[in-house]
């Protein structure tokens, strides 16, 4: 079984930073892409990074490239998302997602398991 607990959310002011962490537990985390995912109320779950097994494979949203940033670390299970110059539009709440494979993707559908995500809150 396969189980992903985020954390680090919170609330901050526009311009600010936070990083969010996604431990997994369960198997074969070092051979599985890991994504992260974030929905605003009233809006679809849309795609912001995401990490291949190796990290050789990385791709985020146009709308957050260059200002976050995703990594893992295989040996702790973790993958993180670390995020700068945060502005209103995005907050939401932010999913970690794992995949059963190591191939990179971007599309919410090919991800098998869910955390149960992270607030993210940004004041103007």
């Known amino acids: 079984q396969v189980q992903l607990v985020e954390s680090g959310g919170g609330l901050v002011p526009a311009g600010g930073s936070l990083r969010l962490s996604c431990e997994v537990s369960g198997p074969d985390f070092n051979e599985r892409t890991m994504g992260w995912f974030r929905q605003a109320p009233g809006k679809e779950r849309q795609f912001v990074a995401a990490?291949?097994?190796?990290?050789?494979?990385?791709g985020y949203a146009e709308s957050v490239k260059g200002r976050f940033t995703i990594s893992r670390d295989n040996a702790k299970t973790t993958v993180y998302l670390q995020m700068y110059s945060l502005q209103p539009e995005d907050a939401a709440t932010y999913y970690c997602?794992?995949?059963?494979?190591?191939?990179?993707?971007?599309?919410?559908?090919?991800?098998?398991?869910w955390g149960q995500g992270t607030q993210v809150t940004v004041s103007s």
């Open positions: 990490i291949d097994s190796t990290g050789g494979a990385i």
């Open positions: 997602a794992a995949r059963r494979s190591g191939v990179f993707s971007r599309l919410p559908g090919d991800f098998r398991y």
